[in-house]
């Protein structure tokens, strides 16, 4: 049910893009995420962008956060060489898409600062593998709701290109849905990724 709702999510944002003004821009960017639960670390998208008229935006970003974890033990063999045995290793990959209305504050260029927010859903994969005695592998899957504000600003520099400032507030708790409890009450398990952050990105232009 859950990845339909996805599915459909992204139908809808590409025939909205697909069929909104003319006048198109594609952003690449990379920054750094600072989440609740996790550490902070980087992350790649883009954002999608429509004319909505001269101030008002419509999009559609996605952005791709990974963090690896790994404990290994050294011992030294007393030559050249040291054996590492890996205790356990954890990946969490992260996905978040969103719908997004950008609002330009001021239309003098080359400089224009804008501000911005989007409502979407995260999508989120925790890959456990503990390698101590007895072997041990855990993949979950969680999912939820999710929405961003985000402040920043353009600086033209070609004339197809422009360089984009940005900070940005994200708002998520994916889930999944756990067996219930001994009085029959639904239990889930949340990972908190609610935190700030910033991006960096250069912006094509029609």
Do not use: C
């Amino acid at each position: 049910m859950r990845l339909s709702i996805v599915i459909l999510f992204l139908l809808l944002s590409t025939a909205f893009l697909g069929t909104a003004a003319a006048q198109s821009s594609e952003t690449l960017r990379i920054g750094g995420f600072y989440p609740e639960s996790i550490d902070d670390g980087v992350t790649f998208g883009f954002h999608l962008k429509r004319a909505i008229d001269e101030r008002l935006d419509f999009g559609f970003s996605g952005d791709y956060f990974g963090k690896k974890y790994k404990s290994d033990t050294e011992i030294d063999t007393g030559g050249m060489t040291n054996t590492v045995i890996t205790n356990f290793e954890e990946t969490i990959i992260m996905i978040p898409l969103f719908l997004n209305l950008d609002y330009k504050l001021l239309l003098d260029y080359p400089i224009v600062p804008y501000i911005g927010g989007g409502a979407g859903y995260t999508l989120l994969w925790d890959k456990y593998d503990n390698y101590k005695s007895p072997y041990d592998e855990e993949r979950d899957f969680y999912h939820g709701f999710a929405w961003q504000a985000y402040a920043g600003t353009t600086l033209q520099i070609s004339s197809k290109a422009v360089l984009v400032l940005e900070g940005f507030y994200n708002n998520s708790k994916p889930s999944k849905k756990e067996e219930e409890d001994n009085s029959g009450r639904p239990v889930r398990t949340e990972i908190d990724v609610t935190g700030y952050g910033f991006r960096v990105g250069i912006k094509f232009t029609d």
